[in-house]
């Protein structure tokens, strides 16, 4: 996968390197302290397990520990007399059988987010807490007993060794895959799914490879817990323990690898002090509490979060001088006014890039849209204006599949979509939101890569970026501005080679300049690119600059359509917008500008729109 | 918070945790030089002097605790120290508790052994430590002397338990059942310990054909996993069945839960349960449900099959014992007596080894203890014994114990003088 | 059989209580707190501290530890709105799952060993139905859960303080701009969760046995019964209660006695699944 050397090396060798140290350290340890250190290394992987599913992929899932338990099962079965496999081999077989286990566990998170999820994996953990105390599943009773492999080392360096290397697998195998398109699109799910899906990452995919890999880690990892412990004791997987090692990874941020190893190193050496200090390791639990409880009211506060930004400070004056070099906003060429914007020599008899037709969405009694049919012919731009709570991006969500029930026919380039789901239509079709729906943890060419069609190579990918602008691609996103996060989302939509676009209110909140610039690199994409655009705007300068073509929505019905002049003409359409017979022109500019000027919110309080802060106001009624 | 707004805030937790970080270390390092436990102390063995270094690793909190055996062993250990020690060496005694769980018995384990360098375990009584470190102790030529509450704990070389433990317990129990208090119908409520079960079912098997006429009259109720869930339902189900006797196998606090439980339901029968449910102050919590009939005209009374004997009984050692707890303010139960015992049991071996072996050594002290010559400490029907067998029963009776008049009295009938102890040779456990 | 059921009124009294705590905190606070039956079982600890250490009776040692409860209940609603305040539910969820493991760790050194003698004031003397004694105790606490609910529920549509409530359940920051004491009366509603709590483990807690964390789980079985009702309807969440307690009882002396903690799991999941069939998006546009 191109990119993912550049992506995953930094990390790799880092963690290579901690590690490397770690080992060598083993040697110099004495075999109580290589036991303890041993110990740290399984927790530590249980880290990753958790870190995988909670702080890459955003799902509160309680269970990823306690499914350890397969694996703990597995090698203590695999060890008893009729078997013997030995240990690396038993512990690889244990992972394996755990992940359609795991793949079984995730299948709530389909259907469950947030809290709903915390629930019923808490529920899950108590099962496999009561299935392990059953003893009845093959392996799970504590008279199987596992002897540590020592590999002609002295004191504990054997299963030190195999920890710790174990570890150093297994880390890697993450932090590869989260430079993978996998880990994109973990990433993505996490922040917000109808996004990821609308640049074709299938959700319910990328949710059950997390839940997968997850389960292989925290099987793994069990298995080594067996062949420290000797047996697969059930109050290994007890729900307090689950929980504690889940409250540690939010402590410490176990979603990298460096907060998976700190879990781990930190859970095992204080358990041995308190130990050493004759104290109950209940302080060290009502710690961990605390240390959770902090770090959920200051996410900063994250171990690894600390790590990462020393590490980001020490180089941040070299990427300081990156981030000057923002190239300049492009003016509006008067070469390219409305006539002139590249009509392809199309054949008049081939299939239009995106053809609606007879489209009505009902909410309850609420008819948003009415009957609206619309065609967006290839090397085209469509404008689609309307009031605020005409029907736009109802029209929008119904067209990409973000809508469960609608009437009429959907065609991109002449084939109907109406039975794909959202993630499949994306290969066609792409859209971007009113809201900053970019992935802020990745950089520029991350998310266009995720976002990207199989096949793209790294060119094209450099010359979208460099279409929209973006000059600064090692960048997180939630470093980059407003105007160049709204292009990057347009570019995602163009690395997936569309054939038709969909972009909905752009210019909201620019200055004058950047909506000019806007205009112009709006105005290349259907020649540049081979695609249809359609874009939503209230903007009417940005309107009569780009758009060949106006429809115009009103209750959820088109008002009017034809070319953008004649429908700006028009009476009604005034009407619709203001009441008033006011000759159309003169007062749509004055809305425009004023419109641009408060940048207002279309669609109301009611939109999503809104301050983080009063989102999280509405809870509890779903 | 950005990097470049609050930067001395970054560089003072960066500082603070890079701090915190080396405290931790070089505790660590400090610590792994060291010794340390509960009593503290300094390393090194050795030298005719040196003090005998042991530990206890007991379940001591969590879902199963055996909180008492700690003050028991430190009890008698205290005893020993003053009188001189052993053969000139003072006892050093560091125990911890793991809470049953796997991991913490492991670490412990690992800890006393390979840190602390003790030469013995005296008076493990932990759900954990026997399958956990049974491979680690053999390995490193650990006695452990202790209280076995698991079925592992009575299959191992180095392990010698010093109560008759579940097997010869529940036999003794059923034996004392049907020849003395002859219930029409027993319900034996039993917990859903899977390691146990196929065993316990053999053990009834041939019971039952050693005493025809039994089988009729049993009716097994498997109710929970562990000690903790609400006995009610289970309650209940016995008095739906009319039973007339209830057999346990639990700790006293769950005992009397159930007995209690009993009393709200209306469930008229006799209690028997197995020594883990012997404590002193059982007989006061339950009030006047402890006498006959508390619970109807079935009710003969709440019985126990104390694995040692009774802490008010008139041996003479075990008067020792009475008396020390009662000055050192141990309460006396099965748990504290199993550290007593235990510990009294190391002690005198290593006695009587002193002469022939190194036993300020894990070595000298495990061929002292295999090598006793076995006694009759009065607190168990038969001799305590550690011996080079590869495994070690325990002792072979219990002692029958009701109460009576707000206070524990041996029962009558019993087979053995004060003592019942089983008829005949168990089975060995057919492997299934 | 029916013994059995009606066994099951003893935890079932426990869950219905819990189950209406829980819903109530859902719906004004927008959390699931996790850590509920812990509180309550800390609090109950402190009245066993206080015959052992004071030499309370049972009346006075009781009142004290209800009055731990709310205390209990005013720290944590403290910590709540001092730092998540505006937070998602599910990370003040997940604070009360933080909260859960603290309160354990507390819980497991005061809750560890010999026999206890817990305040007996709740059960006692039995009534005697179909054959089967059930205490007046746990008789009393179920229809004082279903009581509860209909109570709170009445409360939240008819008065001034309800109505306040409810506007600040659903918008929390206006509600404080319109001068509703929002801090006030979420420490307010965290404290009265505390008491009942606290009550609802003591009832159950003379015939239980005596380590911390199965008390700390009984809030497992209050979510399920709280998910039968939606997480709305607190009634049905109270009779939900007192129905998930005697499943528990008739499976656990049954043949698959040693997996019935694994009942509630079935309820949550089973709900769960057809409440949320239709859901397939995460969140509105």
């Known amino acids: 996968m191109f990119g993912l050397k550049r992506a995953s090396a930094t990390p790799l060798t880092a963690m290579v390197t901690v590690v490397v140290v770690v080992i060598a350290a083993g040697f110099a340890l004495s075999s109580y302290w290589q036991y303890v250190g041993a110990v740290g290394a399984i927790y530590a992987i249980f880290g990753l397990s958790i870190g995988l599913v909670y702080g890459q992929s955003g799902m509160l899932s309680l269970c990823q520990p306690a499914i350890g338990a397969i694996g703990a099962w597995t090698v203590a079965y695999l060890s008893g007399e009729k078997f013997w496999v030995s240990l690396p081999w038993s512990l690889v077989i244990g992972a394996v059988i755990a992940i359609p286990i795991g793949v079984a566990a995730g299948m709530p998170a389909l259907r469950l987010r947030r809290v709903n999820l915390a629930i019923v994996t808490l529920g899950f953990v108590i099962v496999i807490y009561t299935v392990a105390q059953a003893g009845q599943v093959a392996g799970s009773q504590e008279s199987a007993y596992v002897k540590a492999p020592t590999w002609n080392l002295a004191g504990y360096m054997g299963l030190y060794l195999l920890c710790w290397l174990s570890f150093t697998l297994l880390a890697g195998i993450t932090i590869v895959l989260r430079g993978s398109r996998w880990g994109l699109a973990w990433l993505a799910i996490a922040r917000s799914e109808r996004a990821a899906a609308a640049m074709g990452v299938s959700v319910a995919r990328a949710k059950l490879t997390a839940f997968a890999v997850a389960a292989f880690l925290a099987a793994w990892a069990g298995g080594l817990l067996v062949a420290s412990f000797g047996s697969a004791d059930p109050s290994n997987f007890d729900p307090v323990t689950v929980l504690t090692l889940f409250a540690l990874a939010v402590m410490m941020g176990a979603g990298y690898w460096e907060g998976a190893l700190a879990l781990g190193l930190f859970n095992a050496i204080s358990s041995a002090l308190l130990q050493q200090w004759g104290l109950t390791p209940d302080l060290g639990t009502a710690l961990f509490a605390i240390g959770a409880i902090t770090v959920l009211g200051k996410p900063d506060a994250a171990f690894s979060v600390m790590i990462r930004r020393q590490v980001a400070r020490l180089s941040s004056r070299r990427r300081r001088a990156v981030a000057d070099e923002a190239p300049a906003l492009r003016t509006f060429s008067p070469v390219l006014t409305e006539a002139a914007v590249g009509r392809p020599a199309g054949d008049p008899g081939s299939a239009p890039a995106l053809a609606i037709s007879g489209l009505t969405v009902n909410f309850g009694a609420v008819r948003a849209l009415d009957d609206v049919s619309l065609t967006v012919p290839y090397g085209e731009v469509v404008g689609l204006v309307g009031p605020n709570g005409a029907g736009k991006s109802t029209l929008v969500d119904a067209t990409t599949g973000f809508l469960a029930a609608y009437s009429g026919i959907v065609r991109v380039d002449g084939a109907e979509i109406d039975a ?53 691609t090692a960048t997180p996103l939630h470093s980059l ?22 972009v909905d209110e752009p210019a909201a909140g620019l200055s004058a300049e950047e909506s000019i610039d806007l ?89 999503a729109d809104v301050p983080a802060s009063q989102a999280g106001e509405s809870h509890g009624r779903r | 918070m950005s990097l470049f707004t609050r930067p001395r805030r970054t560089i003072m937790r960066s500082l603070a945790v890079t701090g915190a970080a080396a405290v931790v270390l070089a505790a660590a390092a400090c610590a792994s030089s060291s010794s340390s436990g509960a009593s503290g102390g300094s390393s090194s063995s050795g030298g005719s002097n040196a003090p005998i270094k042991v530990a206890q690793i007991s379940t001591l909190s969590g879902g199963y605790p055996f909180g008492d055996v700690v003050p028991g062993t430190q009890a008698y250990f205290k005893l020993i120290n003053s009188e001189g020690g052993v053969d000139g060496h003072q006892i050093q005694f560091l125990y911890g508790d793991d809470k049953g769980t796997a991991s913490q018995a492991g670490e412990l384990a690992r800890l006393y052994v390979l840190q602390d360098h003790v030469v013995g375990m005296v008076g493990n ?30 299959t191992q070389a180095n392990w010698d338990p010093v109560n008759a433990g579940p097997y010869y317990g529940k036999v003794v129990q059923w034996q004392y059942t049907f020849d003395v208090l002859k219930p029409t119908h027993v319900c034996e409520i039993e917990q859903n310990d899977p390691t146990s079960i196929p065993y316990y079912n053999q053990l009834r098997s041939w019971f039952e054909s050693q005493n025809p006429g039994v089988a009729a009259k049993f009716t097994e109720i498997t109710y929970t996993n562990d000690a ?29 839960a159930f007995i209690k439980a009993a009393k709200s339901v209306g469930l008229d029968a006799t209690f028997i349960t197995l020594g883990s449910a012997y404590d002193t102050s059982v007989p006061g919590t339950l009030g006047s449900l402890g006498d006959p009939g508390a619970l109807g005209p079935n009710d003969k009374g709440v019985f126990v099959g104390a694995e040692l004997a009774a802490v008010n009984s008139a041996n003479p050692q075990v008067q020792l014992m009475a008396k020390t707890f009662k000055a050192d303010g141990v309460q006396a139960d099965f748990w504290s007596e199993i550290g007593w015992v235990s510990a009294a049991t190391f002690v005198d071996a290593l006695k009587e080894g002193a002469s022939h072996y190194d036993i300020t050594t894990a070595k000298g002290v495990l061929q002292a203890l295999q090598n006793m010559t076995p006694y009759n400490s009065g607190f168990a029907a038969t001799n305590l014994d550690f011996g080079s067998g590869s495994s070690h029963p325990g002792n072979r009776g219990s002692q029958m114990l009701m109460i009576k008049n707000g206070t524990w009295v041996v029962a009558p009938g019993q087979n053995d003088g004060s003592f019942e102890t089983v008829d005949g040779t168990l089975p060995a456990a057919s492997s299934s | 059989m029916v013994a059995e059921i009606l066994a099951g009124l003893v935890p079932g009294g426990v869950y219905a209580a819990l189950a209406v705590c829980i819903v109530l905190m859902y719906q004004m606070l927008g959390v699931v707190n996790l850590a509920l039956s812990a509180m309550g079982a800390l609090a109950a600890c402190m009245s066993l501290l206080s015959v052992r250490w004071l030499g309370l009776s049972p009346g006075p040692s009781t009142v004290l530890a209800v009055l731990c409860g709310a205390l209990i209940g005013v720290i944590l609603g403290l910590l709540m709105v001092r730092y998540f305040l505006e937070a998602s539910v599910e990370l003040r969820t997940t604070v009360t799952i933080a909260m859960l493991v603290g309160l354990i760790a507390v819980g497991d050194r005061i809750l560890n060993g010999a026999t206890y003698n817990f305040p007996n004031l709740f059960s006692g003397p039995s009534v005697e139905i179909f054959g089967t004694g059930v205490p007046i105790g746990s008789l009393i606490e179920v229809v004082v859960a279903i009581l509860l609910a209909v109570g709170v529920q009445v409360f939240l549509r008819t008065t001034h303080l309800g109505a306040q409530l409810r506007a600040m359940s659903e918008r929390p920051i ?18 009265f969760a505390g008491v009942i709590a606290t009550i609802a483990v003591m009832v159950v807690l003379p015939t239980s046995t005596t380590s911390f964390p199965p008390l700390a789980y009984l809030v497992v079985y209050a979510l399920g019964a709280a998910l039968l009702g939606l997480m709305r309807n607190m009634v049905v969440a109270a009779v939900g209660g007192v129905l998930i307690g005697m499943l528990e009882s008739i499976v656990q002396p049954s043949g698959i006695g040693r997996y019935t903690d694994a009942v509630p799991f079935v309820v949550i999941v089973f709900v769960m699944v057809w409440w949320r069939r239709r859901d397939v998006w995460s969140e509105a546009r």
């Not at chain 1, 079709?429 to 990207?452: K, M, S």
């Not at chain 2, 339902?233 to 639990?250: I, R, Y």
């Open chain 1, 420 to 472: 794909l789901p959202a993630h499949r239509r994306a290969r066609v079709v792409r859209r971007t939101f009113q809201q900053d729906r970019t992935i802020g943890e990745l950089t520029a060419e991350g998310y266009l890569r995720l976002a990207a069609a199989s096949g793209t190579t790294a060119s094209q990918i450099q010359e979208i970026l460099e279409f929209v602008g973006c000059g600064n």
């Open chain 1, 481 to 502: 501005d407003v105007r160049l996060r709204r292009l990057l989302m347009i570019g995602a939509c163009l690395t997936g080679r569309p054939k038709a676009v969909l």
């Open chain 1, 519 to 607: 205009a112009a690199r709006l105005t290349e994409i259907p020649g540049r690119f081979g695609c249809g655009l359609l874009v939503i705007e209230h903007d009417m300068e940005l309107v009569r600059l780009v758009c060949t073509s106006l429809v115009v929505l009103d209750f959820g019905k088109v008002i009017a359509s034809g070319p953008t002049a004649d429908v700006l003409a028009r009476a009604d359409v005034a009407a619709a917008y203001l009441g008033d017979d006011v000759a159309a022109e003169t007062v749509l500019e004055e809305t425009a500008v004023e419109e641009a000027a408060v940048g207002e919110t279309p669609g109301g309080i009611a939109s």
């Open chain 2, 125 to 154: 009584t932990s759900l954990a430590d026997c399958n956990t470190n049974a491979n680690f102790y053999s390995a490193n030529s650990i006695a452990v002397v202790g209280g076995a509450p698991e079925p592992a704990c009575f």
């Open chain 2, 228 to 256: 903790t869930q609400n006995p009610t339902p289970a309650v209940a189900h016995a008095k739906a069945l009319g039973c007339d006797l209830v057999e346990l196998s639990t700790v006293a606090p769950n005992m009397v």
């Open chain 3, 174 to 191: 206006t509600a404080g701009l319109l001068g509703i004491r929002v801090r006030t009366l979420t420490v307010a509603v965290w404290a």
